[in-house]
T-cell receptor
Framework: DVKVTQSSRYLVKRTGEKVFLECVQD?????MFWYRQDPGLGLRLIYF???????EKGDIPEGYSVSREKKERFSLILESASTNQTSMYLC?????????????FGSGTRLTVV | GEDVEQSLFLSVREGDSSVINCTYT??????LYWYKQEPGAGLQLLTY?????DMKQDQRLTVLLNKKDKHLSLRIADTQTGDSAIYFC??????????FGTGTSLTVIP
């Protein structure tokens, strides 16, 4: 069974902390994505990557960075967490050219910044 | 292609049909998708439709695509309590990158 695994389901962090959200996929997908989900706003793209060591800004990259040192792992980093980054974070992966398969999502990490 | 719109809430009685609507802005999208998100979980691909199709049926699910009006709908026949979830439509006009709607929260009343 193909999987996208996010390391934590729930996280509580303090304002100003550096936070790492990890995502690992076992499908050998080139493309990986980080979204945040907020009520009434849907999913908003933070960063994405089409290859190892490659990253591109999405629609809301401010306050975030990413790392992709290996094909299977895509990490989202909050350099200095703030309360407005309290949200559900979703990681997804896909293979290029396989449009009918869509994205495969992880179960999400619900981050609370206090 | 970023403006994908959905109504936020829908309530239906068990056994009735549900229709969830979506409008999108980019006519060059190759595929359009419906995802389902159950409470506390990630998104699961329900179904998709290729842009040159008008309709796709998959058991209780029917997807209708009106390219002229840029309108996509998902009909769930004989809606069950297990269908209660948030439903997202999505388009992929750049090939690798998707844009998602705001999500429609479906509540099924027993």
């Amino acid at each position: 069974d193909v999987k996208v695994t996010q390391s934590s389901r729930y996280l509580v962090k303090r304002t100003g902390e550096k936070v790492f959200l990890e995502c690992v996929q076992d499908m050998d997908h080139e493309n990986m994505f980080w979204y945040r989900q907020d009520p009434g706003l849907g999913l908003r793209l933070i960063y994405f990557s089409y290859d190892v060591k490659m990253k591109e800004k999405g629609d809301i990259p401010e306050g975030y960075s990413v790392s992709r040192e290996k094909k299977e792992r895509f990490s989202l980093i909050l350099e200095s967490a703030s309360t407005n980054q309290t949200s559900m974070y979703l990681c997804a992966s896909s293979a290029p050219g396989q449009g009918s398969y869509g994205y495969t999502f992880g179960s999400g990490t619900r981050l609370t910044v206090v | 292609g970023e403006d994908v719109e959905q109504s936020l809430f829908l309530s239906v009685r068990e056994g009735d049909s549900s229709v969830i609507n979506c409008t999108y802005t980019d006519s060059s999208s190759t595929y359009l998708y419906w995802y389902k998100q159950e409470p506390g979980a990630g998104l699961q691909l329900l179904t998709y439709i290729f842009s040159n199709m008008d309709m796709k049926q998959d058991q209780r699910l029917t997807v209708l695509l009106n390219k002229k009006d840029k309108h996509l709908s998902l009909r769930i026949a004989d809606t069950q309590t297990g269908d209660s979830a948030i439903y997202f439509c999505a388009e992929n006009y750049t090939g690798n990158q998707f844009y998602f709607g705001t999500g429609t929260s479906l509540t099924v009343i027993p």
